[in-house]
């Protein structure tokens, strides 16, 4: 049984960090690229990070240089560490695996929020 569970969210002032856990099982994880998304309210969910099997990583130009995405295939988990936060990082965060680098696998979770106020 597929299940992937995102961790971590809460609520910083802004300039503060967070570090958000993707953990999954039942899933070949170390052979895919996966990735985070966000969602605020009101908008579309949107890529944020991406991690390649290999550990090449590329990242949204809003959040370039203040989150850093990695993985451990052991454990399967991604992680997402957020520093300088931003009121505008503001959203729900979710993870995927991606099929051909690009298009979300599964279901979306319930995702954690994330709250950053000024």
């Known amino acids: 049984q597929v299940q992937i569970v995102e961790s971590g969210g809460g609520s910083v002032q802004a300039g503060g960090s967070l570090g958000l856990s993707c953990v999954a099982s039942?899933?070949?994880?170390?052979?895919?690229?996966w990735a985070w998304y966000r969602q605020a309210p009101g908008g579309q969910r949107l890529l944020v990070a991406r991690?390649?099997?290999?550990?090449?990583?590329d990242y949204a130009e809003s959040v370039r240089g203040r989150f850093t995405v990695s993985r451990d295939n052991a454990k399967n988990t991604m992680n997402l560490q957020m520093d300088n936060l931003k009121p505008e990082d503001t959203a729900v965060y979710y993870c995927?695996?991606?099929?051909?680098?690009?298009?979300?696998?599964?279901?979306w979770g319930q995702g954690t929020q994330v709250i950053v106020s000024s």
């Open positions: 995927n695996q991606l099929v051909g680098g690009v298009h979300p696998n599964f279901r």
């Open positions: 039942g899933i070949d994880f170390k052979s895919y690229t």
């Open positions: 991690i390649t099997t290999v550990g090449r990583t």
